[in-house]
Each structure stands twice: as structure tokens, then as C-alpha cells.
């Protein structure tokens, strides 16, 4: 321990007792008469179901009288605008953020470009918020406010307890949202990367953003290209296999040359992969699964994923 020294932990220690990398965005919500969006500087932005539920969802933490946090009480509706960095952009992002001002007046002071949302051009018969055309990357989501019994929380002044745990208002000063994920929509190059592979030439340009720091400035690391490590090449033997497969509760079989296909996949994802390939073959009416079968899930899988 004679190369590190304790820091007090304080209020916003993420950026006060410590440094912590989190991404540039800035967050549409609708007005209070539902009409135009306003957009709030924010980085504590996070996924949070990743895997096994019926959707996917982002959490934010924010102040809870900020637009922000308004807009999702009344209207539950949101776009989180990934941004690239530039030194004009970082600016503006930093003016979005400066608390108290109205609705209007960061509609007024946005520099950047408000578009119509992939959710409005599916329904157009109802309201959502805008995206900017300059990210390169959008979140359109919704808040489930069911979650936590966060239904019932309303717009106001001040908010005295009881406070949620983890969903809408929970505290004197802040508030959780839990966002499902409706769209995600990219610039067709980065959405290219990710269906055909990316590379350091088409990764997306992601700068980080540091926060506010020593009462004077807001720091933010632009773009660099990333390197990249392969996956260890560790292979599971093929005994270890088919006893994996023998304990799932299925009357579909693994031939060798099947189960040869999933060797490199971690131990800790081999029933989630081999349950997938059983109800896709109870699906088709499968009973033995082959190498012809494991490519056809797999070319699937690559069809869903575009």
C-alpha cells in the first residue's frame, strides 16, 4: 500500500474523490406541453439489463428538478445522443449542462441539429423526442416506471420521503430512471462495424468525458483508436461437452461435430449457448443437432443481427 493514499469520500464522488470515464451525452425530453425537446448534458448514463430479460434497459442518474428529470415524469420518454468530440461541441455540451435554465432556453442556446426520431417516423400519430443529427449513436427509450412503484411519482418543487431504492425519485436532491430500449440506431458506417466486425479504422469515435473537477472546469478526453487483445485460446474438451449438453432438460441431441463448433466458448455461457440451439431446433422440429444445424443457427444469428 506505500504507492497509494486514501482520498475522503464525498458527495459526487466520481468526479470528486475519483476519476472515472463516462461517455458525452446529451439527453432529449419532451417540454412540459409535450411539443418540443429540450436536451440536458448528461454522463451518468449506464447499461443495466444486458441479458435475460424480455427487454433491455439503460439507468440514469440525474438531479431530480432538472427538464431532464421532468420530461421523463410526465411524458416517459427519451433519447440519449451519444457524441463525437470537438472543441466547439464540448462547449455547448457543457452550456446544456448548467442547471436552472428553462426548457426554452436550451432549446435557444443548442447548437446542434434536431431531428425527427426512427420512434416518430413509425408513429407518427403520437409525440416523441428528437435526436441530433450529429451523434453517432442514439438510445430511444422509455421509462418503466412500474419498476419500484415509481408510477405515481409527479412532477414538483421539492420532494420529501419516503424515496424510491433504485427507480424515479430516490432522494432529497436525486432521481433513478430505468430506460427500456426501443431503438438503437448509428451512423450506417459504425452500424456496419457492428454486423460485419469492427476495426481501429471503424470504431466508433466515443470520447470520454471526466466532469467537473476543482470547482473551475469540465474535462473531456477526445477520440483514439483502440487496440485490440484476442480471446484466450482455451478450448473446452469434448467430454466436458456432451455432459453439459446431457444436463439440459431436452430430448435434442449433440453430434460431435456439433458440440467441436462451440469448443471456445467460456464454461460460464455454454448452457445459455446450448439452450438457445435446443429451442431453435424444438422450433424447426429437430431432434439431433449436426455441423449442418450449428451453421444454420449461427448464420441466423448473424441474419437477426443485422
Given at each position: ?14 468526479q470528486?474523490s ?30 443495466y ?7 433491455y434497459a439503460?439507468?440514469?442518474?440525474c ?19 451519444f ?5 466547439k ?10 442547471p436552472g ?40 427509450c ?5 419498476l ?17 431504492n ?19 440506431v448509428?451512423?450506417?458506417k ?35 483508436k ?26 435434442v ?9 462451440i469448443?471456445k ?6 448452457k ?24 444454420i ?10
Amino acid at each position: 500500500m506505500k504507492d497509494f493514499k486514501e482520498i475522503r469520500v464525498v458527495d459526487n464522488f466520481y468526479q470528486s474523490s475519483s476519476f472515472f470515464p463516462m461517455p458525452l451525452t446529451l439527453i432529449g425530453t419532451l417540454d412540459e406541453n409535450g411539443e418540443q425537446t429540450s436536451f440536458g448534458a448528461y454522463s451518468l448514463i449506464f447499461p443495466y439489463y444486458i441479458a435475460g430479460k424480455e427487454y433491455y434497459a439503460m439507468v440514469l442518474e440525474c438531479r431530480n428538478t432538472s427538464n431532464t428529470c421532468k420530461g421523463l415524469l410526465r411524458h416517459g420518454k427519451c433519447t440519449i445522443n451519444f457524441l463525437p468530440y470537438t472543441k466547439k461541441g464540448f462547449a455547448n455540451h457543457v452550456d446544456m449542462g448548467f442547471p436552472g435554465d428553462t426548457p426554452e432556453e436550451k432549446i435557444k442556446n443548442l447548437h446542434f441539429t434536431p431531428i425527427d426520431s426512427l420512434s416518430q417516423e413509425l408513429d407518427p400519430n403520437h409525440k416523441y423526442p428528437k435526436i441530433l443529427k450529429e451523434a453517432v449513436q442514439v438510445m430511444e427509450c422509455s421509462w418503466v416506471k412500474e419498476l419500484d412503484n415509481a408510477q405515481d411519482d409527479k412532477v414538483q418543487e421539492e420532494y420529501e420521503g419516503p424515496y424510491h431504492n433504485f427507480n424515479g425519485i430516490t432522494s432529497k436532491y436525486g432521481a433513478h430512471f430505468i430506460l427500456k430500449i426501443d431503438h438503437i440506431v448509428l451512423k450506417e458506417k459504425y452500424q456496419q462495424a457492428l454486423i460485419h466486425g469492427s476495426t481501429r479504422s471503424n470504431f466508433c469515435p466515443l470520447p470520454t468525458n471526466w466532469g467537473y473537477r476543482d470547482s473551475k472546469n469540465f474535462w473531456c478526453s477526445p477520440y483514439r483508436k483502440p487496440q485490440a487483445v484476442g480471446i484466450p485460446n482455451r478450448e473446452i474438451d469434448l467430454t466436458s461437452l456432451h455432459y453439459a449438453a446431457s444436463r439440459l432438460n431436452t430430448d435434442v441431441k449433440f453430434t460431435d461435430d456439433a458440440l467441436l463448433t462451440i469448443v471456445k466458448v467460456p464454461r460460464p455461457f455454454l448452457k445459455l449457448v446450448l439452450t438457445k440451439c435446443v429451442e431453435w431446433a424444438d422450433e424447426n422440429g429437430v431432434k439431433v443437432i449436426t455441423e449442418k444445424e450449428m451453421k444454420i443457427i449461427n448464420d441466423k444469428r448473424s441474419e437477426d443481427k443485422k
